[in-house]
């Protein structure tokens, strides 16, 4: 079956402006986290939604944002860019069960800003 | 959820065991090992997971001491496709929120293997 799919999979912007990513999880998956990776501070989670519901958030500010709609698609949003926010995003989708809950991450989105 | 310590980097020959090994001292009762390997710059891999048995998969196997407080990662004949960033993670589900703590990546381990 298809992987986790994410677009676009570069982009370039500059800094004030806003970004939207969006990640496609695997068929059945009801579960979506965003990561961070960045040299300096490594991979970090920023937050997962289960059923169109956020279930956990990291520690990032308030500029970045997220949604899942009803067929578990999500999108990370990122207003007011700032020089710092340049990283490679990363989706993972998942079952999301009490059983199991291998996460399968996408190849990211590699976001520059200048 | 539990913190992890592992070695920063380790070196391997092609076709010999790499052992990775990763301290998770304050690990509770309810926290699975998770190992995900991180090729540059592609989206972490999932390698394999156990509670408190030992595991093997067609990657790889799984250690787990009997205390739980440390395990090892043991890749049985690395190539050099095997050439990555591996973490050790430790997670639980809360039946409180009905949900799973959040996966928090460390530094991990760069595996570097050598012809």
């Known amino acids: 079956k298809a992987g986790v799919t994410q677009t676009p999979r570069y982009l370039i912007k500059t800094r004030g402006q806003q970004v939207t990513l969006s990640c496609s999880p695997i068929s059945g998956h009801r579960s979506v986290s965003w990561y961070q990776q960045t040299p300096g501070q490594g991979l970090q989670f920023l937050f997962e939604?289960?059923?169109?519901?956020?279930?956990n958030k990291g520690n990032f500010p308030g500029r970045f944002s997220g949604r899942q709609f009803s067929n578990s698609r999500s999108e990370m949003n990122v207003s007011t860019l700032e020089l710092g926010d340049s990283a490679l995003y990363l989706c993972a989708s998942s079952l999301g069960t009490v059983n199991f809950d291998e996460q399968y991450f996408g190849p990211g989105t590699r976001l520059t800003v200048t | 959820d539990a913190k992890t310590t592992q070695p920063p980097s380790m070196d391997c020959a092609e076709g010999r065991a790499a052992n990775l090994p990763c301290n998770h001292s304050t690990i509770s009762g309810n926290e699975y090992v998770y190992w995900y390997r991180q090729i540059h710059s592609q989206g972490p891999q999932y390698i394999i997971h156990g509670l408190k048995n030992n595991e093997t998969n067609e990657m790889a196997s799984l250690i787990i001491t009997e205390d739980r407080k440390s395990s090892t990662l043991i890749l049985p004949h690395a190539t050099l496709r095997d050439t990555a960033v591996y973490y050790c993670i430790v997670r639980g589900f809360t039946m409180t929120t009905d949900s799973w703590g959040k996966f928090q990546f460390g530094a991990g381990t760069q595996v570097v293997v050598t012809p």
């Open positions: 939604y289960f059923s169109e519901t956020q279930r």
